[in-house]
């Protein structure tokens, strides 16, 4: 059994087909991405987004110029 994602682009495609004939799937995806609406158990954490922390990640510190080569 498909999950219900899959079904949703699969029945995009076959709409899209039915109007236009031949479909790119980068177009299909896209038109389902629109339309898709998530349902099941944690339909209550679905609104809810995690922010992450970014680190900042410093570079070398009292590096001065290039070493190493000399012409």
């Not at 999950?3 to 980068?26: I, P, Q, S, Y």
């Not at 038109?31 to 609406?37: D, H, M």
Request: positive net charge.
């Amino acid at each position: 059994m498909a999950n219900a994602w899959r079904e949703h682009v699969k029945k995009t495609m076959a709409e899209m087909k039915a109007k236009g004939g031949k479909v790119m799937l980068k177009d299909v995806l896209k038109a389902a991405g629109k339309t898709y609406k998530k349902s099941g158990k944690s339909s209550a954490a679905a609104g809810k987004t995690r922010k992450r922390k970014s680190v900042k990640k410093g570079g070398r510190k009292g590096k001065k110029g290039k070493s190493g080569k000399k012409h």
